[in-house]
């Protein structure tokens, strides 16, 4: 009997595998020449697009117990799932008989990815942005896909700098169209004329639709950074540097000299002898 093996009644193929190879046996006898005819036909793949037809004779020899049909598989950049054909047997001459097993199913294994919507996130992880600048561009990122319309939620969120002091709160749908990658969204600062030293605050991303992922980074920091001058600076008292004491000085004469030593110390012998000489 002429059958396919097991292993190539119904085997799974990738996209792109390039071939498939279908092993074909004979027995229990293997006496004498016999031949069998195959060919392919459509199931859910379609010839020329998904495999090339492929059809023919296959000739044991006397004592020949396997042969194989080789089919070559087509990769396409569809997305179109797993896709099968057939392989039948049929037309056996030399005496042999058609057993079971005369057709394979092959199926070809979609290698292609379906459309993705998309992983969104924050261009930048952090932002330094000046008192004075009035606004600050936040950038959000939408990644690995683009397919249908997709939404996500923004929201700021206080650290040091507060919302309606120091920035405008923000909280809003951000919007992307089908095939739209990049959205922005405008944070307002505002210059308050008050030393702080440099404030943050938080934007973050929540609440995808459309399929979308939220990716990483999610959350933005922003600092403000202070353009007030310090009031403390230069008094010494905060941060300001205190003056240097005035220089040491040294009065010249002040200092005992050698040659003044030597002069006291001729008046103090002379003296006594002054005053006796007097007194005789």
């Given at each position: 009997?002429?059958?396919?093996?097991?292993?190539?009644?119904?085997?799974?193929?990738?996209?792109?595998?390039?071939?498939?190879?279908?092993n074909v046996?004979?027995?229990?006898?293997?006496?004498?020449?016999?031949?069998?005819?195959?060919?392919?036909?459509?199931?859910?793949?379609?010839?020329?697009?998904?495999?090339?037809?492929?059809?023919?004779?296959?000739?044991?020899?006397?004592?020949?117990t396997?042969?194989?049909?080789?089919?070559?598989?087509?990769?396409?950049?569809?997305?179109?799932?797993?896709?099968?054909f057939?392989?039948?047997?049929?037309?056996?001459?030399?005496?042999?008989?058609?057993?079971?097993?005369i057709?394979?199913?092959?199926?070809?294994?979609?290698?292609?990815?379906?459309?993705?919507?998309?992983?969104?996130?924050?261009n930048?992880?952090?932002?330094?942005?000046?008192?004075?600048?009035?606004?600050?561009?936040?950038?959000?990122?939408?990644?690995?896909?683009?397919?249908?319309?997709?939404?996500?939620?923004?929201?700021?969120?206080?650290?040091?700098?507060?919302?309606?002091?120091?920035?405008?709160?923000?909280?809003?749908?951000?919007s992307?169209?089908?095939?739209?990658?990049?959205?922005?969204?405008?944070?307002?600062?505002?210059?308050?004329?008050?030393?702080?030293?440099?404030?943050?605050?938080?934007?973050?991303?929540s609440?995808?639709?459309?399929?979308?992922?939220?990716?990483?980074?999610?959350?933005?920091?922003?600092?403000?950074?202070?353009?007030?001058?310090?009031?403390?600076?230069?008094?010494?008292?905060?941060?300001?540097?205190?003056?240097?004491?005035?220089?040491?000085?040294?009065?010249?004469?002040?200092?005992?000299?050698?040659?003044?030593?030597?002069?006291?110390f001729?008046?103090?012998?002379?003296?006594?002898?002054?005053?006796?000489?007097?007194?005789?």
């Open positions: 009997q002429i059958n396919f093996t097991a292993a190539s009644q119904a085997p799974i193929v990738g996209e792109t595998g390039a071939t498939v190879t279908l046996s004979r027995g229990p006898g293997t006496q004498g020449d016999v031949t069998v005819d195959f060919a392919t036909a459509d199931g859910t793949a379609t010839a020329a697009a998904d495999y090339v037809a492929t059809s023919g004779t296959l000739a044991f020899a006397d004592g020949q396997a042969q194989q049909i080789v089919v070559d598989i087509i990769d396409d950049a569809d997305i179109e799932g797993d896709e099968n057939f392989v039948n047997l049929s037309n056996v001459a030399g005496g042999a008989d058609l057993g079971a097993a057709r394979s199913t092959v199926t070809i294994a979609d290698d292609d990815d379906p459309p993705s919507p998309g992983i969104l996130l924050m930048n992880q952090t932002l330094n942005v000046d008192e004075n600048a009035g606004t600050v561009d936040i950038i959000i990122r939408r990644a690995t896909g683009n397919e249908g319309a997709v939404s996500v939620m923004l929201n700021s969120a206080d650290g040091t700098a507060l919302a309606g002091q120091d920035y405008q709160a923000i909280s809003q749908v951000v992307f169209a089908n095939a739209e990658n990049t959205r922005t969204v405008t944070l307002t600062i505002l210059d308050d004329q008050t030393f702080e030293g440099n404030e943050t605050l938080s934007l973050s991303l609440n995808p639709t459309g399929n979308a992922v939220i990716g990483s980074p999610s959350n933005t920091t922003v600092t403000i950074v202070e353009d007030e001058p310090d009031p403390n600076a230069g008094t010494g008292n905060g941060g300001g540097t205190t003056p240097p004491p005035p220089p040491t000085t040294t009065d010249p004469d002040s200092e005992l000299k050698p040659e003044s030593i030597g002069a006291v001729w008046l103090l012998i002379l003296l006594p002898l002054v005053r006796l000489v007097r007194k005789k």
